[in-house]
């Protein structure tokens, strides 16, 4: 696996898209910001350089679908197609695994990686490496989609203005799913920010403790809940019950992770 050489047919493959596109530019650089995340969370863990070569290039290719996904629908929108399976069908469909890792051995693990990086929950049966880089793609994705959405345009993420988000409400489901930890499902958001507070909880699916230390270093979720300039005054309350579940939850996972 040569990454220096993957990521030379990356950019040639980025070259029949529009990289002037606001949504387009923001997905290449988040697919090299998971990479950086990949990159990162696996020298935390300590893995081999094969291992930590194999996350680089999931991390790299997780997201390929989404080219043209927006091509063709101008949208994020994974009820409508879902990303994972575009990217699952250009790379072993139509077979361009092959110019990024010639090897077949790595297929099934980067396949089920990938699969898996798009599912609400991950696939609890799964073992040894497909498992091992399950788990590092859903993290490293969920770092990245952090820092995306901590600096990049509203409008492209949402297609509203900042002041148009902060003016919503905040349905009670989804409040009460985030007091109880869980992680919230795409198909139970119904406001603009339901969607904001559903990746407010990817910290309940973050996998490693690693992953875990890097949020509350970076001061994620106050950066999050901070970037919203609140006219709605019951939101508002809402979201600092939301920092507060954050915070403890970050706190209780730190304090574990040191015994």
């Known amino acids: 696996m040569d990454f220096t050489q993957a990521k030379k047919i990356f950019a040639g493959y980025l070259k029949q898209y529009d990289t002037k596109n606001e949504k387009i530019r ?3 650089v988040h697919t090299y910001g998971v990479t950086d995340a990949a990159r990162l969370i696996s020298k935390g863990l300590g893995l081999s350089d094969e291992d930590t070569a194999l996350a680089l290039h999931i991390a790299l290719l997780h997201d390929i679908g989404r080219f043209e996904q927006l091509r ?3 949208s994020f929108d994974d009820s409508i197609v879902p990303h994972a399976e575009l990217s699952l069908s250009i790379l072993f469909e139509d077979h361009l695994i092959r110019s990024f890792i010639p090897e077949r051995s790595y297929d099934s693990i980067i396949y089920t990686a990938i699969k898996n990086h798009g599912l609400y929950l991950m696939d609890d049966s799964l073992t040894g490496k497909e498992r091992l880089h399950s788990m590092l793609i859903r993290d490293a994705d969920k770092l990245d989609n952090f820092r995306v959405k901590e600096q990049d345009s509203i409008h492209a993420m949402l297609d509203i203005e900042a002041e148009e988000l902060g003016a ?9 799913s985030f007091l109880n930890r869980c992680p919230i499902k795409n198909a139970d958001r119904v406001t603009h920010m ?15 403790p690693e992953s875990r230390r890097i949020v509350a270093g970076r001061g994620t979720i106050d950066k999050l809940i901070d970037r919203v300039p609140y006219s709605n005054e019951a939101t508002r309350r809402k979201m600092e019950l939301i920092r507060q579940a954050a915070w403890n939850f970050l706190s209780e996972s730190a304090a574990g992770s040191s015994r």
């Not at 919503?168 to 009460?176: F, G, K, P, R």
């Not at 990817?202 to 996998?207: E, P, S």
Request: a negative charge; glycine letters at 4%.
């Open 26 to 28: 923001l997905k290449i």
């Open 72 to 74: 063709r629908y101008d």
């Open 168 to 176: 919503e409400a905040i349905s009670d489901h989804i409040l009460t």
């Open 194 to 208: 339901d969607m904001w507070i559903s990746y407010l909880g990817y910290i309940y699916d973050l996998n490693f």
